[in-house]
Structure formats: structure tokens, C-alpha cells
């Protein structure tokens, strides 16, 4: 005869003795069946703390997340200073280059005062000598290198590669830095040079005579009158008639009077071998041979000569020739 089978029994015990209820199993499938209840609870263990982790994860990245955020935005407010810096010092360079050209200094050999003769012709300097070009000028002094600029309102700060960004950013700020060291060692022996040639300084056109738009510059253009391609050999600054002139800088008026292409001109030798003149004046305020000084109102806005309309042509010309007059106003950047 076999053994019988080994078997546990259960008993389910409520507070109604006579409901109690039992439930035989052999001890094979109770092994069984505790096994698979261990394997589901150890399932559901690591479900609660992988599902935790996770949890504790996406938490962790929202943080980060807002986090990477608030640097992009810092990012964009420092890239944004940086800009304006450069700015502000592309401005100082343009002055500062413009300054050099028109009034020379490097020259060592210029006249120190000017020397007025006592005719009315205006004043003339003996043997001049050309005037440095603007190209010259960048080489000797040339603007910040912006050519990888990062630009925060397309979101560029907020690339893939913030490290390649952080390090640009960084070299741009001490290259910025060093510029701003150098330029301002520039301009303080440009001050130095200049406070010792005040005459020369004086003398030099630097504002714009008259107040208005630029409507035509100085080059080649298309010639309003007869539609031929022709240099325009100064600014036209468009203003209502009777705006004032004034005169850019001191000199002496060499010519006011009446010319078949300008009308109402007037010229201003400044010495130096500098001379400017204003055309298509409705009227005259000066006569030759005056001695006038920067902003004196010399003559009025009009349309006389060949005009098109009330406008001052303003010229600028260099030992004879003639040379853009933006280069000759400071007062504009």
C-alpha cells in the first residue's frame, strides 16, 4: 500500500463557529504556490521602487531642466551686454579713427598754428601734405573682430553645444576686455595730442552744418537734372528754406556770392590746406574775408543754382580735393 500523500490543511475560522472552513492541500502545491506568491511580491517591489525612481527622476530633470533655462536666459542677458559693449566700443573706434583722419595727427610735420594771410583770399599752408586714408587708419587701428558673434533673440545661445558656446563666450569677454584697454590707451593719447593742437582742432570741420536728413551722399549717382551718372562731390542734407547754416569749424570765408551751377555759394578755408563750401543758400549771412567760428550761422537753406528742391550741398575738400564730408562730422554717430 502507498503512503498517503502529505497535505496541509487550512482552516479559515470566522466569528460564526459554524461557518468555519478548511482547505486541503498537498504540500507539493503549497511549496508551489508560496513561490509564485514570493515571486509576485518581489515583482511588485521592484515595480514600487523602480516606479518611485522614476519619480524621483523626472523631478530631478524638471529641476534641471529650469535650471538650463535660467543659465539660456543669463546667457542671453550677458551675450546681450556683451554686444552693447562692443558696440560702444565700435563706436569709440569710429570717432577715434575719424578724429585721426581729419585732423592729421600723425604727421609730424604739420604746421602747428594757422597762418592767415592778410588777404581776403583766406589763409594757405605751404607744401601740404596728404591726409592719411581711411584704410590706413583701420590698419592702425582696427575695430573688434566680431566675426562669430552668437545672436540671442534667434536663440543661438541655446545650441547643442553649450560648452563650444560657454568657451566663445568666455574668449569674447576677455578679448573685449583687452580691446577696451587698448582703446581706451588710444584715446587717451589721442586727447593728449590733440589738447596740445588746439588751433588744429578748432580749425577742423567735425559737425553738420545744417539740421536734416542725408538725401544724397557722397559718390557716383545718377544726376537728378539731366539723368546722367555723375560724382557727387558732397552731402545733400534736406531741410525746410531758411534752416541755418553754420559753419563746421574756424576759418575765414573765401567766396560768398553767386555761382550759375551752385547759386548761393559760400566757402569757408579753414587752413590747413581745409576748405568747405555750402551751395543752393537762399541767402548770405557773410562776407569774404570774415573771420567765422564754429556753429556761426553763415547762410540759410534754399534751392537757388541747379536745384531740385531746398537742400545745403555741403563739400569738403582736402588740399584741393574732394573728400566724403561724413568723415568730417562727429556730432552724427
Keep these: 500500500m502507498s503512503e498517503p500523500r502529505k497535505q496541509i490543511t487550512l ?11 478548511k482547505i486541503s492541500l498537498p504540500v507539493a502545491y503549497f511549496k508551489i504556490s508560496l513561490f509564485f506568491l514570493g515571486f509576485f511580491a518581489v515583482l511588485l517591489m521592484a515595480g514600487f521602487i523602480d516606479y518611485f525612481g522614476l519619480l524621483a527622476q523626472s523631478l530631478e530633470n524638471k529641476k534641471l531642466k529650469l535650471e538650463n ?113 587698448l582703446k581706451e590707451q588710444s584715446v587717451i593719447e589721442l586727447w593728449e595730442l590733440l589738447s596740445d593742437r588746439q588751433s588744429l582742432l578748432a580749425a577742423t ?40 547754416v553754420r559753419s563746421p569749424a574756424d576759418g575765414i570765408v573765401s567766396f560768398a556770392g553767386w555761382d550759375d551751377q551752385f547759386g548761393k ?16 543758400n537762399s541767402q548770405i549771412f557773410v562776407q569774404v574775408g570774415q573771420k567765422v567760428s564754429r556753429y556761426d550761422v553763415i547762410a540759410a537753406v534754399g534751392s537757388t543754382g541747379r536745384s531740385t528742391g531746398p537742400h545745403c550741398h555741403y563739400e569738403v575738400r582736402v588740399n584741393g580735393i574732394a573728400v566724403n564730408p561724413a568723415n568730417y562730422i562727429l556730432d552724427n554717430d
Design 69 to 181: 533655462i535660467e543659465l539660456k536666459n543669463q546667457f542671453q542677458v550677458v551675450e546681450a551686454k556683451l554686444d552693447s559693449l562692443q558696440s560702444a566700443m565700435d563706436r569709440v573706434t569710429n570717432v577715434s579713427n575719424k578724429l585721426k583722419l581729419i585732423t592729421d595727427i600723425q604727421l609730424k610735420d604739420r604746421p602747428e598754428k594757422l597762418n592767415f594771410p592778410a588777404s581776403q583770399v583766406g589763409p594757405k599752408v605751404d607744401d601740404p601734405v596728404p591726409r592719411m586714408s581711411l584704410d590706413d587708419m583701420e590698419k592702425d587701428d582696427p575695430v573688434i573682430d566680431t566675426e562669430t558673434p552668437l545672436n540671442p533673440m534667434k536663440g543661438e545661445v541655446a545650441s547643442e553645444k553649450s560648452t563650444a558656446n560657454y568657451a566663445s563666450l568666455v574668449i569674447r569677454i576677455d578679448q573685449a576686455v583687452k580691446d577696451s584697454n
Design 11 to 21: 482552516y479559515f475560522v470566522t466569528s460564526n463557529e459554524s461557518e468555519t472552513k
Design 265 to 280: 555759394l559760400v566757402s569757408i578755408d579753414h587752413g590747413y590746406g581745409v576748405l568747405t563750401r555750402f551751395a543752393h
Design 205 to 244: 570741420p567735425s559737425i553738420q552744418p545744417a539740421r536734416g536728413p542725408i538725401g544724397s551722399r557722397f559718390g557716383y549717382r545718377i544726376d537728378p537734372i539731366n539723368g546722367r551718372q555723375k560724382m557727387h562731390a558732397g552731402l545733400d542734407i534736406t531741410a525746410p528754406p531758411g534752416t541755418p
